[in-house]
Every structure is written in C-alpha cells, then in structure tokens.
C-alpha cells in the first residue's frame, strides 16, 4: 500500500469543542485522518464568539480562535438535544474509528452518546473525553477554561514577581499540554485495536495533565514542603539570566549565562567594561549574591542594541540569547518560517488565516494542511449526503425540523 | 519493568534507546508511562542533569535528584559512552532490536558518529529516529546555544506574561524543554502508527520553539487578523476594540481571603450569562456588593460597555472574593457552574480533595532510599490497559547486568573491561 499519510483511512466522529478536543483530532486531521467536527447554531462554542474577528467585525464565522484548531476537519451542524439529532449522531458513530468528547461528564450520556452506548453501536470505537477534571471525582462538574486550569494546576503561582501578585500566563496555557498528552494515548489506543481489534476509552484530565510540567516542583514540596514561587526571570544556576530592555519600544532581549565560560565569552561581547573585572562578578557564586545590581548595569549595555543585534552578538560568541519575541517576531521569524510553522488557508468566510503546523516533521510521513478550519455547517451537505447517504429528501426534513442548525438558529444577544 | 507491566501496556513489547537531556527527558518519560520498554542511556559517571536540583531532603547527590526522578521515571537505565568505537559497536547492536532512538544533541552530532538517520536505518529499516532540538536540525538558527530561558522567549509567550510595568517574565518552573520531550512523543507515536502498518521506519524533527508557538491561544492570530501586538496585561483580560470605544480591560486576580482566584466574568458573548447571573446571585447574598442587583448579563456588551462601567463591576466583585476563601469558591464554582479558579500552589495540589479521592497520587517505591514517595499520577486515564508511572528512575548503571549480560551475553570479564575503559 502507497501510504502518504500516517492516518489516511481513519474516521474521527469529533463531538468535541473550544481548544482540548478539537486539538487532539486535528493532530489526527493533519496526518491524513477524516475529521467530521461536529456543532450547533444553538450552542455555538466560546472559541467561535469570542475574537480576534476579520475587521473587529464579530460573527460566528469570522473568528480565527476556533477556527485554527480544526484545520483539514469537515464541519457539520447538528442539534444534539433533539432525539433526531442523537439518531443522526449515532450514523456518524457507526461511521467512525475514534469519536470524540469534552462535554461536561454526563452531558453525552443524556444524548445516548457517552462510551458504554457508543461501544454497542461499534465495539471496537477508541473514544476519548477530554474535560478539565477528568470524568469522576468531588470537582468533576468543574466549568472553566483552560485559563482556570492553570490557576488550578499551580501555573500562575510559579509565574511572575516575588513582589507582586501572580502573574497570568497568556492565553489559556493548560489548553496546549493536555492535549498532545492525550494524541500520545490515542495513538497507542489506535495500534492497540489495530493488533487486537479491541476499542478503548480515553478520559483527559487537563488539569491532571498540566501538574505534570510541575512536577519535579510536587516532588520538592511532597519530600521536602518547600512550596514553589515567583521568581521573576531568576534561576538558582545562572546570572547573568533574565529579560533585558533594548532598542526600540518594548523591545527585550533573553540573555543566560550558565558557565565560566560564557561568562568569559559574555563580557568580551559587551567589550569588557571596567565592572566585569569587578571581583563580586567574578563567579557564578558571587555574582548570585549582587544580581540586582548585575542586572542593571547588564541591562545598560543591552539598551543601545536592537534585541536581534543582542542575540546575534551573543550567540556567535556561544553565549544562549534570544530575542523576546513578540507575535510579530514571530511571523517574520526565519526560523519558523524555514520550518514552515504558520501556512496560511483560504477560509470560506475569512480568506488566508494563518494556521499552525504540528512542532515536528516526519519526512515520510508529512502533515498537509490543506483546508482551514470550517465555517459552522460548511460541509454538511457532503457529509450528510456523501458520508452518512441521507437523501436529499431526508436534508431537508432534518433542515425543517431544525436537526440540522443554520444562522437563523443562533443566540441574540437579548 | 516487570512482566505483569510489560503485558498490561498499550505499547508493551516495543523498546526506545534514550539518549536525550533536559530538552527531551520527558518523550522517553511518555513512551515509558504507555509501556515502551525505555532504556536511559548515561555516560559511565552518570548524566550531569542529575545535579539538578531540587534535590530528596536536600541532599545534593547524583541519586538523589527530584528533578532526575520525575524525569526519567518509568524506564531503565544502562551507562554507555557512545563517543567511543567499541560504544558504538555496542549501540549499533541495541538498534537491531530497538523501535525507538530518542536523542536530543546538537544538530548533526549523531551524524558525527556514524549514528545518524541513515546510518541506523541501515541497521534497522523499521528504527525511528526523534531528534529533540531547540530550533529543528537545518536553518538558520539551527546552532544557536540553547537555554530554557532563551528558547521560552523565542517562542512568543514570554512577551505576553508578566506586568506592563516590568520586564517580560518567564514561568519561574522552567516549562520550554517539557514541550520538546511532549511533542517529541507525540512524533514518535504518529511515526510509530505509520511503522507499524508498512515496516519503514523514519527520522522524526521536533522543534522546541515550535511546541512553545503552540501555547499562544489566538495570539497568533491576533497579529495574522488584526495586525495587533498582544503584551503583558497582567491581572486583566483584555480586549482590543476599535475607536472611539479603545481597549477594555476586565479585572482577571481578584484577591480572596487566603490568596487570589481568577474568575471570567461576563455576558453572552462568551456564552457566560448563566454563570455571572449565580456569581452575582452570590455575591449579592454576601451582602458586600447591593449595587450588582439585577445587572442584566444577557445585555452586557463587551464592544460597547465603558471601562468606567467594566471597572465598577470589577470592584464590587472584588469585594465579595474577600469574604471567600479558595476552597469555598471553588465549591461555589463546582455546585453552582461558575467559571472560576482558585490560584493553587503545590501545597493546594497535595491538599486538593478532588486529586486525593481520584487516587491521582501514586505510590513510588525508592527502595534505594528506604521509602516510597507520591508522585502525581499519570493525565490520561486508559481503560484497557494503565498509564504507568512507576518504576522510579533508574540509578547509575542499574541495568548494566540486565542488558550487557542477559540480553547481549557478554561475559563478566568484558564487562569489567570495558568498565575499566570507561566504555560503559
């Protein structure tokens, strides 16, 4: 068999929404697997209404949040509260090899869809949930975002300045580490079955998960009590180590000296000023002792250069510094350009969004991004009709009845 | 790995040689946790990331490290020094039975070997290469010195945490290299999935700086869209709108009695009414904040409402979390679906009641050290067969025997030998 794709021939039935789930079958989408992303006008997700929308304009299909995790995914709408609807439902799960959950626990029971009923339909389904607590347990009905799982997981309390409050991490970190946890899983749960024909159930708990980009912090304090902190940009092994002001406005540079001789190789760069040769800076040791003031006259240097000049100074003489960049940088990075990491896709709505390719490559087995993330619907009369062989009859009772949800079936403000 | 484990695994039965460092323990770490049969490959004094700290009771020593021990749970461990013929010679013989080579060195160091991609493949067509660096194997940054910190800030979120009045900030427990072994296995499965179906192995290429780009949210896009910088608005949710209303900035910490919880606190827009109307509900009850009576969420208008507006109702809410401790809001938020989360530390992680009646942590045995010690439990629960954490890292040469011995059969006296040599 002429393979190109690591999962060409797989059916993912994905029920899931916002970032945790659809993340985890898009993984799937870009390696060649059939993703159907399933959604209602009724209820639409909180990663279709909150923004950046194309022109500030706000709209369901004009929001790039959602949208880039559902890049190569068909998209169809479908009310799941109406019986026809979780009848609908179970045609897709009969059609599909893994079908996919982050409802609060319970929620798929009610419509006939959770685990023990979607295995009766097809025994050897790979099914996963994926929920900020997990499917069991005193808090399991927790309602939150990935921005409260790192609050919950211990995120924010080791990000910032011992000075002030804790420090937010952008966005909704826990989202981006839950996630490519459970693809590892589902992976496996997929060569599992392949070898022994028998399915699986999954349950993500993201909370569980972030813990453990903690974890040798747990172990500190279950061994040792000590409770981990704010540091600001400190490191117990290094100095010079933080964020340091350059050129421009809001411009910084990373600069970290591990070793002698970095630091050797550092204070030649910045052309040896008298206060290098001072014997409080001499070791690492001492130099721990007078950080603050270290810092500063570091950050005197580095205020006549451009953040790039910084780094690029630096990293010829073999000291690690990187520009802090800032999503801009990012997009004229050369780097993540030559690694093709944004590739831009027409959306039907949007025109050319920027989505994001997976952080490796595997060379026989390339990820194609090839369709953006769909727009609500987009795709349900080649799924409903193609894929699932409803007539066109059959369409249009499920558009009468409101089975299959359109624009007219969305939320007014009040 | 015992018997019962190795049948009782997804991926028992398959086996990674693990070469890498910091920047990609934790793919071996993920293989193991499923059932691959993970052997850390050490120089013969032992790997200098066991220096790192925190250390058991505070004991620096290289069979002490907590960092070591949560890091390189779940596998083996053999001391070899591949620098050498002879470690070569003997590398190249655990290829032919291996599935996985993980290794995360500088960019054509392997190839420097003679242990590059094509040079294993030839070994063993169905051998998977993952590579773990911080830029990938070619471009233009592809040589830069590596740190966490330097990587961190290339990746883009450095720039947007911390405060607007100080330096951007990084995450003090340092996070980039987690995301090199996370997205290395990750790699590693998806080449494994194709392996398994046609025999051909490959060479997978995990960028660190990538699997950081990957945590941004929308940030991304807000530059893609919109041609906006998101930066450090620490303690606000922001929201970029046009002229004449500007930027909205809701409060995101509020202070409670015995910390900070951060709750979302909005309208329809974010499909929140029903969860601010019973935050409101209670915080009225409070009776600290009579103003937010009858304050009608399915009218909030996040593109339209004044800052003044936005900051008043901040204020009264924050006089509610004060009366509150973190474990009462969270109950509050569990009984009555309000979006919001107490900021725990670690000393809350080990106290959580939901992670102790969930069993999520796990019983260690470090026989070495005479005792047993909890680690946090594994973040996906599978039904046919558990995600393990057990056993504890490996101590220097542990498995020495087990593999140069009883799998390859060398005799006693070679082995003193190439012990002598500094081979293994």
């Known amino acids: 068999m002429d393979r190109k794709q690591a999962f060409e021939g797989i059916k993912v039935a994905d029920f899931s929404w916002a970032a945790v789930g659809p993340i985890v079958a898009r993984e799937l989408a870009e390696h060649g697997a059939t993703v159907i992303h399933v959604e209602s006008h009724r209820v639409p997700g909180l990663e279709r209404l909150a923004g950046p929308f194309k022109g500030f304009k706000p709209g369901i299909d004009r929001g790039a949040f959602g949208m880039c995790y559902n890049t190569n995914k068909l998209g169809i709408s479908l009310d799941l509260n109406k019986p026809k609807g979780q009848e609908v439902a179970k045609r897709l799960v009969k059609w599909a090899d893994v079908m996919t959950d982050s409802m609060s626990p319970g929620t798929m029971a009610k419509w006939g869809l959770d685990y023990e009923s979607a295995r009766k339909i097809k025994p050897d389904i790979i099914y996963y949930s994926a929920t900020l607590g997990g499917q069991y347990g005193p808090y399991a009905k927790f309602q939150g975002y990935g921005a409260q799982g790192a609050a919950l997981a211990g995120m924010y309390s080791v990000t910032g300045w011992p000075d002030r409050s804790p420090a937010y991490i952008f966005g909704a970190y826990t989202d981006y580490i839950g996630p490519y946890f459970l693809v590892c899983a589902l992976v496996a749960a997929l060569d599992y079955r392949r070898r022994t024909g028998k399915g699986i159930y999954l349950d993500l708990s993201q909370w569980e998960a972030a813990i453990n980009f903690l974890g040798p912090a747990i172990l500190d304090y279950v061994v040792n009590g000590r409770i981990a902190t704010r540091m600001g940009n400190r490191r117990p092994d290094a100095a010079p180590h933080s964020a340091y002001q350059c050129m421009g406005t809001d411009r910084w540079v990373a600069i970290a000296v591990h070793t002698d001789e970095e630091w050797k190789a550092f204070c030649k760069v910045i052309g040896e000023p008298e206060w290098t040769r001072d014997a409080k800076f001499a070791t690492l040791l001492v130099r721990k002792r007078s950080e603050d003031e270290l810092d500063k006259l570091v950050g005197e240097w580095t205020i006549n250069h451009t953040p790039e000049e910084v780094m690029f100074q630096m990293q010829a003489a073999g000291v690690p510094a990187g520009v802090v960049q800032n999503c801009q940088d990012l997009f004229e990075d050369p780097q993540l350009k030559h690694r093709g990491h944004f590739q831009w896709l027409n959306h039907k709505v949007m025109g050319p969004v920027a989505h994001n390719a997976p952080a490796y490559q595997a060379f026989k087995t390339p990820c194609r991004l090839v369709k953006a993330g769909p727009c609500l619907g987009e795709d349900n009369r080649y799924v409903y009709k193609e894929i699932l062989g409803y007539s066109d009859d059959d369409i249009a009772d499920l558009l009468v009845e409101g089975v299959i949800t359109t624009e007219a079936d969305l939320p007014g403000l009040g | 790995m015992t018997e019962q484990q190795m049948k009782e695994s997804l991926m028992s ?345 969930k069993g999520f942590w796990k019983k260690v045995e470090h026989p070495e050290l005479g005792e047993t010690i909890a680690y946090p439990g594994p973040p996906v629960e599978i039904s046919e067969a558990p995600w393990m954490v057990t056993p504890r890292a490996p101590l220097i040469g542990e498995h020495n025997g087990d593999i140069y011995e009883k799998e390859l059969g060398f005799p006693k006296e070679q082995l003193t030998m190439l012990k002598a040599r500094g081979i293994i």
């Open chain 2, 13 to 357: 039965g398959y086996r990674a040689l693990d070469l890498t460092n910091e920047k990609g323990f934790l793919c071996g770490r993920i293989l193991g946790g499923l059932g691959v049969d993970v052997i850390k490959i050490e120089k013969p004094a032992g790997d200098p990331a066991r220096n790192i700290g925190p250390f058991y009771k505070d004991i620096p020593d290289p069979e002490k490290s907590l960092y070591w021990f949560f890091c390189n749970a779940c596998k083996r461990g053999i001391t070899l020094d591949i620098e050498t013929v002879d470690g070569q010679q003997i590398f190249e013989r655990l290829v032919k039975t291996a599935d996985f080579v993980i290794e995360s060195y500088a960019p054509g160091y392997m190839e420097s070997l003679g242990l590059g991609y094509s040079a294993l493949s030839q070994i063993n067509p169905r051998i998977i290469l993952t590579s773990i660096t911080p830029f990938g194997q070619t471009g233009p940054y592809k040589d830069f010195k590596p740190s966490e910190l330097t990587t961190w800030a290339m990746g883009g979120m450095m720039f947007m945490t911390g405060n607007p009045d100080r330096p951007p900030v990084q995450v003090s427990h340092p996070q980039a290299y987690y995301f090199g072994g996370l997205h290395g296995a990750v790699g590693s499965m998806v080449a494994h999935y194709y392996r398994e179906l046609t025999g051909d192995g490959q060479h997978v290429d995990v960028s660190i700086q990538q699997g950081c780009v990957l945590t941004l949210m929308y940030a991304a896009e807000y530059w893609d869209l919109l041609k906006i910088n998101l930066g450090r608005m620490s303690g606000f949710w922001f929201t970029p709108r046009p002229e004449p209303y500007g930027p909205l900035r809701a409060e995101m910490f509020f202070r409670c009695k015995d910390g900070w919880v951060m709750p979302i606190i909005t309208g329809a827009q974010a499909g929140l009414v029903k969860s601010s109307q019973e935050l409101t509900k209670v915080a009225v009850e409070a009776g600290v904040a009579d103003e937010l009576e009858g304050l009608d969420w399915t009218k909030f208008d996040t593109s339209t409402i004044s800052q003044e507006e936005r900051s008043r109702i901040d204020e009264a809410f924050g006089r509610f979390f004060l009366t509150k401790t973190k474990e009462e809001l969270m109950q509050l938020a569990v009984e009555k679906a309000i979006v919001m989360g107490p900021i725990n530390d670690v000393k809350d992680l080990w106290e959580s009641r939901h992670l102790s009646a």
